[in-house]
């Protein structure tokens, strides 16, 4: 299961709203794939098509979509929002992640 803090959730909602995206029905879409400087890179965005072999979650009123091949990767993930003058934009608590890099987008097992 993927989280979503509440500081991911109101920017989730602002970003979707402003790029044309129902909050209410559609969903952000996050993955991994080969690359990054750790050697898996996590992958975000906002959609509304539902894939086979997706899986579906709900967290804190907002749907949040993982194809199969990214599911043991990111279970038990939390997805949160940083902002402010360091702010890093939306990041992954991972707890599978076992090394990641120094901007937080990339990890490995």
């Known amino acids: 299961m993927i989280q979503v803090s509440n500081q991911a959730k109101q920017k ?3 970003l979707m709203t402003e790029e044309g995206f129902d909050p209410n029905n559609d969903f952000i879409r996050v993955g ?3 690359g990054g400087c750790s050697g898996l890179e996590y992958v975000l965005k906002f959609d509304n098509q539902v894939q086979d072999g997706d899986q579906v979650y709900e967290d804190n009123g907002i749907k949040v979509v993982v194809e199969k091949k990214s599911i043991l990767y990111l279970a038990g993930t939390t997805l949160e929002f940083s902002g402010g003058l360091n ?3 939306f990041i992954f608590n991972n707890p599978n992640a076992s090394r990641t890099c120094g901007c937080g987008e990339s990890f490995s097992l």
């Open 12 to 14: 989730a909602i602002q």
């Open 32 to 34: 991994v794939k080969s």
């Open 87 to 89: 702010g890093k934009g």
